[in-house]
């Protein structure tokens, strides 16, 4: 990206990837031809994120033929190639707590739970057990309060989870200086089986394990349609056509209209990221190598210092257009005052993109028509909810029966107000959300 591109307004979420700063340090993208022709499969799957790849895997085995479909040139372009890179279990962000979980799903909470508050391990083991090339770190994740009241309110939320596996130390001011050199706040949890990853880099270290597992990936290969005829799914693309039994779905935030029934059922959130390059005193900020984020900040102000020493700040934003000048106006306050001698930093990068958010807060497996599913609404935690989700969807779709899932199967339901909803969060609540400390 060069200094007058960085600089103007652009629609965030589906620019090139060479404007993402995680293109910069990854492994280069596996060959994914497109479709060409008529193809036949055991299961199809639509989506070369990680639900959808993550789905190819666990459902990979046995000589099953499956096959993926990606509308983008390549895997990950969209959410899963693009984002902040955070692992971190236990729903700090949605500040769900288990008993929450209960009431909404009674018979599959603490199956549920359980995987919410281990989907840190889940993924690191993810990750050894398909050999994932993803420049990993999982040092811990550290969620950092502001005052003595605001850590002992998130240290009681966190304790519901221990019960279901979940882990998470309590540090105070002085221990929390040794991870992070700022006394803007009172303490932190820490919160071990968590850290970061390089996103673009999981998108392809993901796709080149699916393929090792003879999972067939065709990118630049839109599904224009998805029809049920005679007992088998026909998907059409420009070039080609693709029958299978089963259809899986992992569309995320970018399927638009395919599948009717999946398009009112989250509402579409939209995140933006600002970069620096590796700054020379780096790890000074973070002496402990562990990403974190501010519990008090409900426009979600995630500071990481990643492997090659640049800072990597994500935030929510209003509508789909922003410029770095909007971006700064979110970040710099909140930098400034969580550090306040790092000064004005140069950001170099400056990119977005787009996830679902459920009305419940969790996320879904849900029938959209014959032998045919979709998981959807990660919720801002694609690598712990999202893979944990997208794990079930692949053994759906191998032939486990839904008693032996960990998510309940549903049909989908339209969230009430939708179209209000969905303009409300992008014109009123994530400004609101960024005023607050700006
Ligand atoms: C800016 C940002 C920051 C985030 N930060 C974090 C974080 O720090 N930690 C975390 O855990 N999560 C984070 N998330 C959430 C995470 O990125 C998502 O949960 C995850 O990537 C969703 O994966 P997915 O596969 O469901 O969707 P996507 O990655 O969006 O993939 C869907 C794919 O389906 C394809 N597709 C859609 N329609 C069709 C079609 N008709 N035919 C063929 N292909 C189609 C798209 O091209 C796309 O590649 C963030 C998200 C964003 C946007």
Redesign the pocket.
């Known amino acids: 990206m060069n200094a007058t591109s960085v600089l103007n307004a652009r629609t965030?979420?589906t620019e090139p990837l060479a404007d993402v700063h995680w293109a910069q340090s990854t492994q280069p993208a596996p060959a994914c031809p497109k479709l060409d022709g008529d193809a036949e499969a055991d299961i199809a799957i639509?989506?070369?994120?990680?639900?959808?790849?993550?789905a190819a895997l666990s459902a990979a085995g046995d000589g099953r033929r499956i096959v993926v479909?990606?509308?983008?040139p390549e895997?990950?372009?969209?959410?899963?190639?693009?984002?902040?890179?955070?692992?971190?279990p236990m729903m700090w962000g949605m500040k769900k707590t288990p008993a929450q979980i209960t009431a909404s799903f009674p018979q599959h909470a603490p199956r549920m739970n359980r995987a919410i508050a281990t989907s840190g391990a889940f993924l690191r083991d993810f990750i050894a057990t398909h050999g994932v090339e993803c420049e990993a770190h999982f040092d811990g994740y550290l969620l950092a309060a502001r005052t003595p009241d605001s850590l002992a309110k998130a240290k009681a939320a966190h304790e519901g989870w221990v019960q279901y596996g979940g882990r998470f130390e309590v540090l105070s001011q002085q221990e929390l200086s040794r991870h992070v050199r700022t006394d803007a706040y009172a303490g932190a949890l820490r919160v071990p089986d968590a850290g970061?990853l390089n996103?673009l880099s999981f998108?392809r270290g993901l796709a080149a394990a699916a393929q090792r597992a003879s999972v067939t990936i065709h990118c630049g290969?839109?599904?224009?349609s998805a029809k049920y005829e005679d007992g088998v799914w026909r998907l059409q693309?420009p070039s080609g056509v693709l029958r299978a039994a089963t259809l899986l779905a992992?569309?995320?935030?970018?399927?638009?209209a395919?599948v009717p029934r999946l398009q009112k059922e989250s509402y579409e959130?939209?995140?933006?990221?600002v970069a620096t390059d590796p700054l020379p005193h780096a790890r000074e900020l973070t002496p402990g190598g562990m990403a974190m984020a501010d519990l008090d900040d409900a426009a979600v102000f995630?500071p990481m210092i990643d492997a090659r020493g640049c800072l990597v700040v994500?935030m929510l934003f209003q509508g789909d257009q922003m410029s770095l000048a909007d971006a700064e106006r979110i970040v710099r306050p909140r930098l400034a005052r969580a550090f306040p001698d790092l000064g004005a930093v140069p950001f170099t990068k400056f990119?977005?993109?787009?996830?679902?958010m459920t009305t419940d807060g969790a996320a879904h497996l849900l029938q959209i028509g014959p032998n045919a599913f979709a998981?959807?609404g990660?919720?801002?935690?694609?690598?712990?909810?999202?893979v944990a989700v997208?794990h079930d969807l692949g053994r759906l779709g191998a032939g486990a029966a839904a008693e032996e899932l960990v998510f309940p199967v549903t049909l989908p339901k339209p969230a009430p107000m939708h179209g209000l909803m969905t303009g409300a969060l992008r014109r009123v609540m994530a400004p609101m959300m960024n005023r607050k400390l700006a």
């Open positions: 965030l979420g639509i989506g070369a994120g990680y639900t959808g790849l993550v479909l990606e509308a983008a895997p990950g372009f969209a959410a899963s190639g693009r984002n902040a890179g955070a692992v971190a970061y996103p998108s290969s839109p599904v224009l693309t992992g569309m995320g935030a970018y399927g638009g395919l959130v939209c995140s933006a990221i995630a994500s990119w977005g993109g787009k996830f679902l998981a959807q990660c919720n801002g935690m694609g690598h712990s909810i999202g997208a």
